[in-house]
Nanobody, 125 residues
Framework: QVRLVESGGGLVQAGGSLRLSCAASGRTSSNYIMGWFRQAPGKERGFVATISRSGGITDYADSVKGRFTISRDNAKNTVYLQMNSLKPEDTAVYYC??????????????????WGQGTQVTVSS
Protein backbone atom coordinates (compact mmCIF):
# COMPACT_ATOMS: atom_id res chain seq x y z
CA GLN A 1 0.00 0.00 0.00
CA VAL A 2 1.16 3.53 -0.76
CA ARG A 3 0.04 6.63 1.12
CA LEU A 4 -0.80 9.62 -1.04
CA VAL A 5 -1.14 13.25 0.04
CA GLU A 6 -2.30 15.93 -2.39
CA SER A 7 -1.59 19.64 -2.13
CA GLY A 8 -1.77 22.77 -4.24
CA GLY A 9 -5.50 23.23 -4.60
CA GLY A 10 -7.19 26.58 -4.12
CA LEU A 11 -9.30 29.31 -5.63
CA VAL A 12 -8.33 30.73 -9.00
CA GLN A 13 -9.99 32.88 -11.63
CA ALA A 14 -10.94 31.45 -15.00
CA GLY A 15 -7.94 31.44 -17.30
CA GLY A 16 -5.54 31.02 -14.42
CA SER A 17 -3.22 28.18 -13.47
CA LEU A 18 -2.59 25.85 -10.56
CA ARG A 19 -0.13 23.04 -9.95
CA LEU A 20 -1.21 20.12 -7.85
CA SER A 21 1.30 17.86 -6.15
CA CYS A 22 0.88 14.34 -4.84
CA ALA A 23 3.49 13.03 -2.42
CA ALA A 24 3.73 9.27 -2.07
CA SER A 25 5.10 7.33 0.88
CA GLY A 26 5.10 3.78 2.16
CA ARG A 27 6.33 2.12 -1.02
CA THR A 28 8.37 3.31 -3.96
CA SER A 29 6.01 5.25 -6.19
CA SER A 30 7.96 4.28 -9.32
CA ASN A 31 6.41 0.82 -8.95
CA TYR A 32 2.99 2.32 -9.66
CA ILE A 33 1.08 3.90 -12.48
CA MET A 34 -0.18 7.23 -11.18
CA GLY A 35 -3.34 9.08 -12.02
CA TRP A 36 -5.44 12.11 -11.24
CA PHE A 37 -9.22 11.99 -10.96
CA ARG A 38 -11.74 14.64 -10.01
CA GLN A 39 -15.20 14.78 -8.52
CA ALA A 40 -17.56 17.72 -8.76
CA PRO A 41 -20.59 18.05 -6.47
CA GLY A 42 -23.33 15.65 -7.49
CA LYS A 43 -21.15 13.92 -10.07
CA GLU A 44 -19.17 10.70 -10.18
CA ARG A 45 -15.41 10.68 -9.82
CA GLY A 46 -13.92 10.95 -13.29
CA PHE A 47 -10.56 10.39 -14.95
CA VAL A 48 -8.31 13.38 -15.60
CA ALA A 49 -4.81 12.11 -16.41
CA THR A 50 -2.48 9.16 -15.99
CA ILE A 51 1.27 8.61 -16.28
CA SER A 52 3.34 5.47 -16.71
CA ARG A 53 5.85 4.23 -14.15
CA SER A 54 8.78 5.77 -16.03
CA GLY A 55 6.89 8.95 -16.87
CA GLY A 56 7.35 8.44 -20.58
CA ILE A 57 3.71 7.79 -21.45
CA THR A 58 0.73 9.90 -20.49
CA ASP A 59 -2.97 9.99 -21.28
CA TYR A 60 -5.64 12.61 -20.65
CA ALA A 61 -9.36 13.05 -20.61
CA ASP A 62 -10.52 14.91 -23.71
CA SER A 63 -11.82 17.75 -21.57
CA VAL A 64 -8.34 18.63 -20.31
CA LYS A 65 -6.12 17.80 -23.28
CA GLY A 66 -3.89 20.72 -24.21
CA ARG A 67 -4.53 22.45 -20.88
CA PHE A 68 -3.33 20.00 -18.21
CA THR A 69 0.03 18.23 -17.95
CA ILE A 70 0.81 15.31 -15.69
CA SER A 71 4.41 14.62 -14.70
CA ARG A 72 6.33 12.73 -12.06
CA ASP A 73 9.63 12.90 -10.22
CA ASN A 74 10.38 9.38 -9.03
CA ALA A 75 13.40 10.56 -7.04
CA LYS A 76 11.02 12.69 -4.97
CA ASN A 77 8.13 10.18 -5.03
CA THR A 78 5.92 12.99 -6.28
CA VAL A 79 3.42 13.37 -9.10
CA TYR A 80 2.26 16.72 -10.44
CA LEU A 81 -0.70 18.05 -12.36
CA GLN A 82 -0.09 21.40 -14.02
CA MET A 83 -3.42 22.97 -14.86
CA ASN A 84 -3.52 25.93 -17.24
CA SER A 85 -6.37 27.88 -18.84
CA LEU A 86 -8.67 26.78 -16.05
CA LYS A 87 -12.42 26.92 -16.56
CA PRO A 88 -15.27 27.04 -14.04
CA GLU A 89 -16.19 23.50 -15.09
CA ASP A 90 -12.81 22.32 -13.77
CA THR A 91 -14.06 23.02 -10.26
CA ALA A 92 -13.90 19.77 -8.29
CA VAL A 93 -12.05 17.85 -5.63
CA TYR A 94 -8.95 16.42 -7.28
CA TYR A 95 -7.67 13.02 -6.18
CA CYS A 96 -4.31 11.38 -6.75
CA UNK A 97 -4.27 7.60 -7.15
CA UNK A 98 -1.79 4.74 -7.57
CA UNK A 99 -2.29 1.59 -9.62
CA UNK A 100 -0.31 -1.64 -9.58
CA UNK A 101 -1.99 -3.04 -12.69
CA UNK A 102 0.22 -4.54 -15.39
CA UNK A 103 -0.92 -2.04 -18.05
CA UNK A 104 1.30 0.87 -19.07
CA UNK A 105 -1.20 3.55 -18.06
CA UNK A 106 -4.68 3.38 -16.55
CA UNK A 107 -7.71 5.59 -17.08
CA UNK A 108 -10.29 3.46 -15.29
CA UNK A 109 -11.25 4.06 -11.67
CA UNK A 110 -11.26 0.36 -10.86
CA UNK A 111 -7.59 -0.02 -11.87
CA UNK A 112 -6.45 2.08 -8.92
CA UNK A 113 -5.61 0.62 -5.53
CA UNK A 114 -4.68 3.58 -3.35
CA TRP A 115 -6.15 7.08 -3.15
CA GLY A 116 -5.31 10.38 -1.53
CA GLN A 117 -7.74 12.45 0.50
CA GLY A 118 -8.28 15.00 -2.26
CA THR A 119 -7.64 18.71 -2.71
CA GLN A 120 -10.29 21.27 -3.66
CA VAL A 121 -9.90 23.30 -6.84
CA THR A 122 -12.35 26.13 -7.37
CA VAL A 123 -12.36 28.19 -10.56
CA SER A 124 -14.38 31.39 -10.49
CA SER A 125 -15.85 32.96 -13.60
Amino acid sequence: QVRLVESGGGLVQAGGSLRLSCAASGRTSSNYIMGWFRQAPGKERGFVATISRSGGITDYADSVKGRFTISRDNAKNTVYLQMNSLKPEDTAVYYCAAASTSTVVASTYSNYDDWGQGTQVTVSS
